[in-house]
């Protein structure tokens, strides 16, 4: 049966012949939404440590978290090749021949790693990082991930994010120049977004050159002010089934072109305060497929292709 949706997974498959998984470090780098050069106390939604797997952390060395996670996702998945995934704060955000050295020494760590993929602001790609990161990419697969979160200015004031649409937007301009694929990810229901609203984030993402996506739901976490106001004063969150229908209407808008990393936010069960759904990470994707089937439906059906060009294709042509 043909797939309903395009997921990472089997494209990296096609693109890399073999199974290939993410492997996450940490840089010990900082983010400038918390030290003070844009402002304080970082978005109101994060708290990193909800996202960490275990072993990873910037007390070892980059080899060593590396060579660790490769021996654990090649032990336990038969992953036969690996991205480094530099996930934690903001990993651009550092003078460029230390970010050089870095990622070197991750892309050196094993020969089974394949490529980079570096989640970062779009405030912290200057041009000089960006042209290193393409002399890296002459032979690696090397990604960029930014976080947009919100396709609207007022929800990003609002979550202390400390940079406006506008930057994403010239940050993604500089980087497509730069023929590096781009991924970014987006948050889904913030309270005060109406479902109208946040079901216009595909047709804006269709109309910027994107390669991958990462979709989350609005997860409420432990130690950050989203988490404090809402204890304070519970607000609505996306239920279970609420989650599955309009996830399935997301994709129905969304370009077939932009490759789907995520379709659903994740926090451990000790820093997640709501919505609790209690699924295992397989049964909410098996049950967004059988929304699809039941629907006879599929990525793009109900698009506004506002951007043609297949922007996948339009990066590896030169493979
Ligand atoms: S979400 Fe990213 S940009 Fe925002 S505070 Fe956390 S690390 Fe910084």
Same mark, same amino acid.
């Given at each position: 049966m043909p797939a309903r949706y395009t997921a990472y997974g089997p494209w990296l498959r096609n693109k890399f012949g073999g199974r290939v998984y993410k492997v996450s470090v940490d840089g010990g780098f900082t983010c400038p939404n918390r030290d003070g050069s844009v402002a304080r106390g970082g978005c109101t939604y994060c708290n990193n440590d909800s996202f960490r797997a275990t072993?990873?952390?910037?007390?070892?060395?980059v080899e060593d978290q590396v060579q660790k996670g490769i021996a654990f996702l090649s032990n336990r998945y038969q992953a036969e090749k690996f991205l480094v995934y530099w996930q934690h704060?903001?990993?651009?955000?550092?003078?460029v021949d230390l970010l050089r050295r870095l990622f070197v020494r991750s892309l050196e760590a094993d020969e089974r790693v394949v490529g980079l993929s570096i989640g970062t602001r779009a405030d912290c790609v200057e041009d000089e990082k960006l042209e290193m990161l393409q002399d890296l990419a002459q032979t690696h697969f090397i990604t960029l991930e930014y976080g947009l979160e919100s396709i609207y200015d007022s929800t990003l004031a609002r979550l202390n994010r400390g940079h406006d649409r506008s930057c994403f937007e010239d940050a993604v301009r500089r980087t497509r120049k730069r023929g590096l694929p781009i991924c970014t990810h987006v948050i889904l229901g913030? #309270?005060?977004?109406?479902r109208e609203q946040m079901l216009s984030y595909p047709d804006y993402l269709n109309s910027q050159p994107i390669d991958f996506l990462k979709i989350h739901h609005l997860h409420v976490v432990k130690h950050t002010a989203l988490g404090r106001e809402y204890l304070a004063d519970p607000f609505w969150t996306f239920s279970y089934p609420e989650w599955i229908c309009f996830v399935c209407n997301f994709l129905e808008r969304l370009s077939p072109h932009i490759v789907v990393q995520r379709l659903y936010g994740w926090a451990p069960d000790q820093d997640l305060?709501?919505?609790?759904?209690?699924?295992a990470k397989a049964v909410i994707l098996r049950d967004i497929e059988q929304e699809l089937e039941r629907r006879n439906s599929w990525q793009?059906?109900?698009?506004?292709?506002?951007? #043609?060009?297949n922007p996948v294709e339009k990066v590896f042509r030169q493979d």
């Open positions: 072993g990873v952390s910037a007390r070892h060395s704060y903001t990993n651009t955000y550092g003078p913030f #309270p005060w977004e109406t305060i709501a919505p609790k759904w209690g699924k793009g059906k109900d698009p506004n292709p506002v951007n #043609p060009v």
